[in-house]
């Protein structure tokens, strides 16, 4: 079921369509408070990918996606949202963004609805009434995160992974085409997990860009086409999952994606499955993947 | 209440209540969900060099009031968007400055003196003259308006900032937008309740609705409807009571604040025997 959900997105960068990368950066260093959180990430994601960002804490991997959507400056290289640096993106009903967040804020009570709807904003004039559409997407989103039978419900009434699942939902309402998540798996239950793997997996199949970060993959692995791992603010391995998804990379001096992940026969064959990998992105990132399975592993990245 | 119409001065007064008491709690929704519940005291406490100002150059109060209402609304703002650590300490040097920049300004103006400013930090409904009714009468057509078509915007932006900024909203104008709609409804209700009280109508029936309430939209609604039965009721029983009518406003406030307390609490009680499965 996995492997045909992701035929349809693999194939498209081999058509060589017209369309500018999903997400793309090029030797991006970010700083927060002088200290240096990027450095030097090249990294494209194509339009139909589905990449997870794993690292430890602190490998700068939400600093990655931030600075991507332009909510934090690069101190120097460029970034680009669809083709356009995230200071001129004007498309924004094209991003759906999940912030990682323990709970829904405000100081006022919101019902589940009421914050699902707002994912709407990007996509309504100023003054346009709620339509039959904007009605049938919430009510979609809803059910796709199975709140629909507590819409009516104050959002902080909800346990910590089902406010997670109103975030997504926020962010499904909108009906962008690329998905943004920062860390949704984060302190979530079991049953929040299997349904965002769900939605994803529904996303996925509909040709839709998904860049997730993770602490791990968790019930997200056999959704996930590319990992990108993070260590000290660096690329250490881009490319199928197996490898970054234990999480390290492949300490035997071959490019991880090369190699049939050791240790988890299931995980190998599907990496077999999906072959030879043909996503642009792919030879960029190899030099990173070189440079550092030669030297000593990294410490920390295992974390 | 027939007998309060029959005196001019009451029937500026209850539609100076009504105004106020419609507004101020609609933009107090959002400057609570901001948890930014101190705003309105801080722009009160700037208003007031405001006001000085105007009795110092021979302007009319209400309208110097606003100017520097605003400005200080636009600096805390802009000190807020910095950074919240260095913004908590000078957003309280900005409150000592107005409160000391009003003192000092009423001294040198002529014949101005302490007691000049208590009308305004105390308010003083009953002096609402036919001019001061039409200037809150516009001023709070503004603010309702700017809830009407901003509201949803302003509500993506209170929940979260960052992802507002994700869905391509103009963050900076909208915040700016809240806290110079802020500032206008400090400047309204300076004459019903004070300055120094203005804030309670902005926060007060917020926290009351909220303890029965769900919904955002709800909270609002319900807000409003409380801030009006506070000013109108306050002033009516200052009227036959022969009490200062801004104390009595905001005294009434806290009461239903209290009551709502214990009623949500039954409420909740009751609701979550319901939905726990």
């Not at chain 1, 400056?73 to 498309?91: I, Q």
């Not at chain 1, 490019?255 to 030879?283: F, I, K, N, Y």
């Not at chain 2, 209540?17 to 400057?31: K, S």
Request: charged letters at 15%.
């Amino acid at each position: 079921m996995t492997r045909s959900a992701q035929a349809p997105g693999v194939a498209r960068p081999r058509q060589a369509p017209p369309a500018p990368p999903a997400f793309a950066m090029t030797a991006g260093h970010v700083e927060l408070d002088g200290r240096p959180v990027l450095r030097g990430i090249d990294l494209r994601i194509d339009a139909g990918e589905m990449v997870v960002v794993l690292g430890a804490n602190g490998s700068g991997k939400s600093t990655l996606i931030r600075a991507l959507l332009g909510l934090t400056p690069m101190s120097s290289g460029s970034a680009e949202l669809h083709g356009v640096p995230p200071a001129r993106f004007r498309d924004w009903h094209r991003i759906g963004y999940v912030p990682q967040r323990l709970s829904v804020g405000g100081g006022v009570p919101a019902t589940v609805r009421e914050v699902v709807a707002s994912g709407r904003v990007a996509r309504r004039g100023r003054l346009r009434r709620t339509s039959a559409a904007d009605r049938a997407a919430v009510a979609r989103a809803l059910d796709a995160v199975g709140l629909a039978g507590r819409a009516g419900e104050p959002v902080g009434w909800l346990s910590g992974g089902q406010q997670q699942r109103v975030l997504i939902a926020r962010a499904l309402a909108g009906e962008p085409d690329t998905f943004v998540m920062d860390e949704p798996t984060a302190g979530v239950d079991a049953e929040s997990q299997g349904l965002l793997a769900a939605s994803l997996a529904t996303l996925v199949k509909q040709g839709r860009t998904v860049l997730l970060v993770a602490h791990e993959l968790g019930p997200l692995e056999p959704l996930v086409t590319r990992s990108v791992l993070l260590s000290g603010g660096r690329v250490v391995h881009d490319g199928l999952p197996g490898a970054g998804g234990s999480g390290r990379p492949s300490a035997d001096g071959h490019a991880p994606h090369d190699v049939p992940p050791s240790g988890d026969g299931a995980r190998g064959e599907q990496t077999d499955g999906s072959g030879c990998h043909p996503h642009p992105g792919r030879e960029q990132a190899r030099p990173h993947a070189y440079d550092v399975s030669g030297g000593p592993l990294n410490p920390g990245a295992g974390q | 209440m027939i007998e309060m119409l029959q005196y001019d001065f009451m029937t500026r007064a209850l539609l100076a209540a009504l105004l106020v008491g419609l507004a101020a709690p609609a933009v107090g929704t959002f400057v609570v969900q901001r948890r930014l519940a101190l705003l309105g005291d801080g722009i009160g406490h700037v208003a007031l060099t405001g006001v000085a100002l105007g009795f110092l150059t021979g302007t009319a109060p209400v309208l110097t009031a606003i100017v520097v209402a605003v400005l200080g609304a636009v600096t805390i703002e802009l000190v807020r968007a910095r950074g919240r650590t260095t913004g908590d300490v000078a957003l309280a040097l900005l409150f000592y400055g107005g409160i000391a920049g009003g003192v000092l300004l009423i001294g040198l103006a002529p014949g101005g003196s302490n007691s000049t400013l208590t009308s305004y930090l105390f308010g003083s409904i009953s002096s609402v003259t036919g001019q001061d009714v039409w200037v809150i009468g516009v001023l709070a057509a503004f603010v309702l308006g700017v809830v009407a078509v901003f509201g949803r915007e302003l509500f993506v932006l209170c929940q979260d900032e960052e992802v507002a900024k994700v869905s391509g909203l103009p963050v900076r104008f909208l915040s700016l937008l809240i806290a110079v709609t802020a500032a206008l409804t400090v400047v309204i209700a300076m004459r019903v309740v004070g300055l120094l009280l203005v804030s309670a109508l902005m926060v007060v029936p917020v926290a009351t609705s909220q303890q029965v309430t769900r919904g955002f939209t709800t909270t609002m609604l319900l807000a409003m409807l409380l801030g009006v039965v506070a000013t109108v009721g306050g002033l009516t029983s200052a009227f036959y009571a022969e009490v200062a009518p801004g104390a009595a406003i905001v005294l009434l406030a806290l009461a239903g604040f209290a009551i709502a307390l214990v009623v949500g609490r039954f409420v909740r009680r009751g609701r979550a025997r319901e939905t726990t499965p």
